[in-house]
């Protein structure tokens, strides 16, 4: 079945627009949200190390996979507090529960990280050591 020429403008007008809305709201969270600045910062240090310390793609792979699922749970954080802070201004327990729950995520999340790096560095020991004194020699 073939798009006609309609429906294939609407798709790709659809695809920058979605593009467009998902660089607006990385925008705003970085504007406003001091954590998700603090969390980009702890990306920036983790990333670069993990070139060090993965030994397989399988590895780097889900050592820059725990990051993108902190700020999956951060944006997904930010966006609960945003829409209860707008819906609901006075004090709710409900209200409160959610906002905890949305930061229990990223809480998680950082856990993960934690994890995940520090089982990848004590299990590839010898092999990160060799790299950095390659490195220095």
Known sequence: ???QEEEKDNWVKHFFAAFRYSVQGFKSCFRTEMAFRM???MIAVLFPLAFL???SLVEFLLLV???FI???AELLNTAIENVIDKTIPQQSSRAGMAKDQGSAA???ALTFIGVV???LIVYNW???IRTVSSLFS
């Open 70 to 72: 902190l700020v999956i």
């Open 106 to 108: 990223v809480f998680t």
């Open 117 to 119: 790096y520090i089982s």
């Open 53 to 55: 310390i993965a030994q």
């Open 126 to 128: 010898e092999a990160i």
């Open 65 to 67: 996979g725990t990051l």
């Open 1 to 3: 079945m073939e798009l």
């Open 39 to 41: 969390e980009l910062a």
